[in-house]
T-cell receptor
Framework: SQQGEEDPQALSIQEGENATMNCSYKTSINNLQWYRQNSGRGLVHLIL?????REKHSGRLRVTLDTSKKSSSLLITASRAADTASYFC???????????FGQGTRLTINP | DSGVTQTPKHLITATGQRVTLRCSPR?????VYWYQQSLDQGLQFLIQ???????AKGNILERFSAQQFPDLHSELNLSSLELGDSALYFC?????????????FGPGTRLTVL
C-alpha cells in the first residue's frame, strides 16, 4: 500500500496563480521528498525536507512538513505552463530503507 | 539529463516471454533502484541494490529478478510475462542507500506485453 497519499489527484489553474498540493502519510518518517514527472518521463527531484524541519524553500517552491499531522504540502508560486506535470511525494519511513511514493497530483497550468 | 541511462527505451513482446532491462547509474552512484509505473498501481518500488548487494525489496514478483554487477550497472529480468506486466520501468540511482538522499531517475523502459 502507498505510504504517501497526494491530494488533490488533479489540479488545474491559470498561469500566474499559486498551486498547492498536499501529501499525507501513515507512519513516522525520516525524510520526505517531492518529485516532478513530465508525461512519460523519469522523475526529477525537487526538494527534500527532513523530519526535524518544518519549512523549506527552493526558488518558487515552498514545502512544509507537519509531523504531528503526518502531512506535507508543496506550494508552487507564480505558476508557469512549464510547471504542468505530475507531482509525487516520497517518504522514507523509519526502518524501511526505501522510498515509498504516493499516487501523485496531476497539475495542469492553463495559459 | 539525469546521468542515468536505461536500455531499451521501448520493448514489445508476447506473453510468456522473458526480457532483460538494463540500467547504468550516474557516475559515482553506488545505489540502484528499480520501479514499475502503471496506470492502476502508480509508482511501485521493486528492489534496491547497493554496491552489488541487495538492500531492500518491495513489491517484486517472483517472476522478476535483478542484479547489480561489479561495474555497478544493473539488470532487471522479467520472465513468464503477462499482460499486466505492461508498464514503464524506471531505474534510479543515488550516492547512498538511505532515504536521505535524492534519487536520479533514468528515462525509463516502456514494456508492452501483447
Amino acid at each position: 500500500s502507498q505510504q504517501g497519499e497526494e491530494d488533490p489527484q488533479a489540479l488545474s489553474i491559470q498561469e500566474g496563480e499559486n498551486a498547492t498540493m498536499n501529501c499525507s502519510y501513515k507512519t513516522s518518517i525520516n525524510n520526505l521528498q517531492w518529485y516532478r514527472q513530465n508525461s512519460g518521463r523519469g522523475l526529477v527531484h525537487l526538494i527534500l525536507i527532513r523530519s526535524n524541519e518544518r519549512e523549506k524553500h527552493s526558488g518558487r517552491l515552498r514545502v512544509t512538513l507537519d509531523t504531528s499531522k503526518k502531512s506535507s504540502s508543496l506550494l508552487i508560486t507564480a505558476s508557469r505552463a512549464a510547471d504542468t506535470a505530475s507531482y509525487f511525494c516520497a517518504t522514507d519511513a523509519w526502518g524501511a530503507q526505501k522510498l515509498v511514493f504516493g499516487q501523485g497530483t496531476r497539475l495542469t497550468i492553463n495559459p | 539529463d539525469s546521468g542515468v541511462t536505461q536500455t531499451p527505451k521501448h520493448l514489445i513482446t508476447a506473453t510468456g516471454q522473458r526480457v532483460t532491462l538494463r540500467c547504468s547509474p550516474r557516475s559515482g552512484d553506488l545505489s540502484v533502484y528499480w520501479y514499475q509505473q502503471s496506470l492502476d498501481q502508480g509508482l511501485q518500488f521493486l528492489i534496491q541494490y547497493y554496491n552489488g548487494e541487495e538492500r531492500a525489496k518491495g513489491n517484486i514478483l517472483e517472476r522478476f529478478s535483478a542484479q547489480q554487477f561489479p561495474d555497478l550497472h544493473s539488470e532487471l529480468n522479467l520472465s513468464s510475462l503477462e499482460l499486466g506486466d505492461s508498464a514503464l520501468y524506471f531505474c534510479a540511482s543515488s550516492v547512498a542507500w538511505t532515504g536521505a538522499v535524492e534519487q536520479f531517475f533514468g528515462p525509463g523502459t516502456r514494456l508492452t506485453v501483447l
